[in-house]
């Protein structure tokens, strides 16, 4: 049974910093990318960070200067440093496995989500 769990989600006030985890098993994930998304209230699901299976990085554009995604392949956990972060970053915060890149529908695993809340 594959499980994704996130962790590291909070409230923090607007320019600080939060580093997420999310650890995967039930699953050989090296042949496998990983990524980070977020849905905000009303929103659509919408691509934050990836690492596919080569380890090439990509950033949404509003996370790129801000944000850091790393994968550790060996443990099946990939983070997502957050910082210098804004009121519009509120999102739950997912990571998932498939191609580690922007593509939603075909990323077939999903954590459960952490939710971040920004504040001013």
């Known amino acids: 049974q594959v499980q994704l769990v996130e962790s590291g989600g909070g409230l923090v006030q607007a320019g600080e910093s939060l580093r997420l985890s999310c650890a995967a098993s039930?699953?050989?994930?090296?042949?496998?990318?990983m990524a980070w998304f977020r849905q905000a209230p009303g929103r659509e699901r919408e691509f934050v960070a990836s690492?596919?299976?080569?380890?090439?990085?990509l950033y949404e554009v509003f996370a790129k200067g801000r944000f850091t995604v790393s994968r550790d392949i060996a443990k099946n956990t990939i983070d997502l440093q957050m910082n210098s972060l804004k009121l519009e970053d509120t999102a739950v915060y997912y990571c998932?496995?498939?191609?580690?890149?922007?593509?939603?529908?075909?990323?077939?695993?999903w954590g459960q989500g952490t939710q971040v809340t920004v504040s001013s």
């Open positions: 690492v596919n299976s080569n380890g090439r990085e």
């Open positions: 998932a496995v498939g191609p580690g890149d922007f593509d939603i529908p075909r990323y077939e695993y």
């Open positions: 039930g699953l050989t994930f090296n042949n496998y990318g």
